[in-house]
């Protein structure tokens, strides 16, 4: 579950700028408050600005610390999008810091790159501001010329077979631009759990949708769990898209790629016994395919809907639905998690391509309802979703830019609102910042570039 996180000189970010889903004094929706390691924590956030704010980049700067640490390759933007506005941002540090909860656990993570080369790095487990930090690593270095340091917790120290293992790494693997974490995922020896638990809240702890981001496994995870399955019919029923049931189809490898194409099957095939066990999964324009071998054959397999209507049923192909409906299916099983498992999800413009009224309710199911047990955090320009009704104040935070040009975040509870208050009319009126400036738009005389005829 996620506490903080902080993000410097990255994309429109200047100074160290924090978002948190810790709670405030307030007693509406109680339920909102969900306890994890002792911590208080916030399950529902919906973030607002104008285009060009930063809500998108604070998702972003977030989506590439998660695949850093799970790959080990630097991202490029680490080392070119430091805040622009600033002439001298590309030789200053740039910051990413997460606090986060994982099996009742509360974990601090920093990393400070400077042009591409990790300057420092540390993994805590957290007092949470109420007791003393307990340091796992400290990795330190120097941009001018190598001169790493590297500290262990005394648990690794004092046990003779993990002790070997920081020279080593030090010394032999650990590269200038790797994260450290990353080298965490097989140590075996008991004294590394807390690192290995870390790096696992990045890889099935955390989730982020971006715009054009799809679910991979979709097919394969309908087919393989019943009850999955009935959650996605039951909520797309209630959606009323008309969808009265939901298959998977499979079908030979070869009549799928047809007379035209038998080289790319003949490559998968030979792709899928060479790795036997793992299915190989292609991304369409409009839908997921996964190539699997069944009884030893080798099939093709996508999601069909059962569509009923008043002159008889039809089934369609997932491609052939509309965005909105192909947008809904891809959040559910972000849905079905946080209804289920302590996971925190990052949609960022979840309104997209779907009706406000549908997003509005599916919000407000989520918001209401007193057993789901994850984080559902996005961004909007949704302003329908403004209803004190859903949120408390310290859940709905805004993403403007100051004179500087940097991005600035900040919750609506720091305007101390009445919860009787409109907040979507104050939004649009401007209450509270974080709206476009349109003031110069109905003077642009925009006949002067009509070409004559």
Same mark, same amino acid.
Request: without cysteine; charged residues 30%.
């Given at each position: ?262 080289? @790319?099957? !003949? $490559?998968? #095939?030979?792709? +899928?016994?060479? *790795?036997?066990?793992?299915? &190989?999964?292609? /991304? ?64 960022? @413009?979840? !309104? $997209?391509? #779907?009706?406000? +009224?549908?997003? *509005?309710?599916?919000?407000? &199911?989520?918001? /209401? ?85």
């Amino acid at each position: 579950m996620l506490v903080r996180f902080i993000v410097s000189n990255l994309f429109s970010f200047k100074e160290p700028t924090e978002f948190n889903m810790l709670p405030g004094r307030f007693n509406r929706l109680p339920h909102h408050v969900i306890t994890a390691g002792n911590v208080n924590l916030l399950k529902l956030n919906a973030m607002y600005g104008a285009n060009g704010a930063g809500k998108s980049n604070f998702i972003h700067a977030l989506a590439i610390l998660r695949d850093f640490l799970i790959d080990g390759r630097m991202p490029i933007d680490l080392i070119t999008e430091t805040f622009k506005f600033d002439r001298e941002s590309a030789q200053k540090d740039v910051y990413l810091g997460i606090e986060f909860i994982k099996e009742d656990v509360p974990y601090y993570y920093g990393l400070t790159i400077n042009q591409g080369i990790i300057v420092e790095e540390e993994l805590q487990i957290s007092g949470i501001g109420q007791k003393s930090d307990k340091v796992l690593f400290i990795r330190k270095d120097k941009i001018e010329e190598k001169d790493l340091a590297l500290t262990f917790s005394k648990e690794v120290n004092e046990d003779r077979e993990a002790a070997l293992f920081p020279e080593f790494l030090k010394n032999e693997i650990l590269e200038r631009n790797v994260p450290v974490l990353f080298y965490m995922r097989n140590r075996n020896n008991k004294v590394f759990e807390p690192f290995k638990k870390a790096l696992e809240w990045f890889e099935r702890g955390l989730e982020l949708i971006l715009p054009f981001s799809k679910p991979s496994g979709l097919a394969m995870r309908l087919e393989k769990d019943e009850n999955f399955r009935r959650f996605t019919v039951d909520l797309m029923k209630s959606f009323n898209t008309g969808i009265e049931d939901i298959h998977v189809q499979t079908i030979p490898i070869e009549e799928y790629f047809g007379e035209d194409n038998k080289h @790319e099957a !003949e $490559r998968i #095939i030979a792709d +899928l016994r060479a *790795k036997a066990g793992k299915g &190989k999964y292609i /991304h369409t324009h409009w839908e997921e395919v996964v190539f699997v071998l069944e009884n030893n054959l080798p099939v093709a397999k996508r999601i069909e809907l059962s569509h009923g209507e008043d002159n008889g049923q039809a089934r369609f192909l997932f491609s052939e639905e509309s965005d909105g409906t192909r947008r809904l299916l891809e959040y559910i099983p972000a849905i079905y998690s946080a209804v289920n498992w302590n996971r925190t999800f990052f949609i960022d @413009e979840i !309104e $997209r391509s #779907i009706h406000p +009224l549908l997003i *509005k309710e599916l919000i407000r &199911k989520f918001s /209401h309802d007193k057993h789901t047990k994850g984080q559902l955090i996005f961004s909007t320009h949704e302003a329908n979703l403004l209803d004190q009704d859903i949120f408390r104040p310290d859940e709905i935070w805004f993403a403007e830019k100051n004179k500087q040009g940097a991005t600035q975040l900040y919750p609506l509870s720091e305007f101390k609102e009445h919860h009787t208050i409109d907040i979507r009319k104050g939004y649009l009126n401007g209450r509270y910042g974080a709206i476009p400036f349109l003031g110069n738009l109905k003077d642009l005389n925009w006949e002067q570039y009509a070409e004559a005829n």
